[in-house]
Nanobody, 121 residues
């Protein structure tokens, strides 16, 4: 059974940093692109990062480029999202997900319960 469990969210001041972690099980992480997306109630889902399999190539939208960094540790079945220079508009529930298709246009297949990130002074 595919499982993804996000953790590491919380309340942080603008300009601060958080590191989200995604623990995976039930599938071989090495074979999957993994993405992080975020969602605010009433808004559409927004992809914020994606990492490929073989060469671990990464993709970010302009809204987070230079501030967010996705990484993976296949041996530990974990994927991370380092978020720096956080802004209030980054406030959302963040999810990690398995991805079908290329990272440039991901289709999310399975995801966890999410972790809340709140950026506020």
């Amino acid at each position: 059974q595919v499982q993804l469990v996000e953790s590491g969210g919380g309340l942080v001041q603008p300009g601060g940093s958080l590191r989200l972690s995604c623990a995976t099980s039930g599938f071989t992480l090495d074979y999957y692109h993994i993405g992080w997306f975020r969602q605010v109630p009433g808004n559409e889902r927004e992809g914020v990062a994606c990492i490929g399999t073989s060469d671990s190539s990464t993709y970010y939208p302009d809204s987070v480029k230079g501030r967010f960094t996705i990484s993976r540790e296949n041996a530990k079945n974990r994927v991370y999202l380092q978020m720096d220079s956080l802004k209030p508009e980054d406030t959302a529930v963040y999810y990690c997900a398995t991805v079908f298709g290329p990272c440039t246009s991901p289709e999310y297949a399975s995801w966890g319960q999410g972790t809340q990130v709140t950026v506020s002074s």
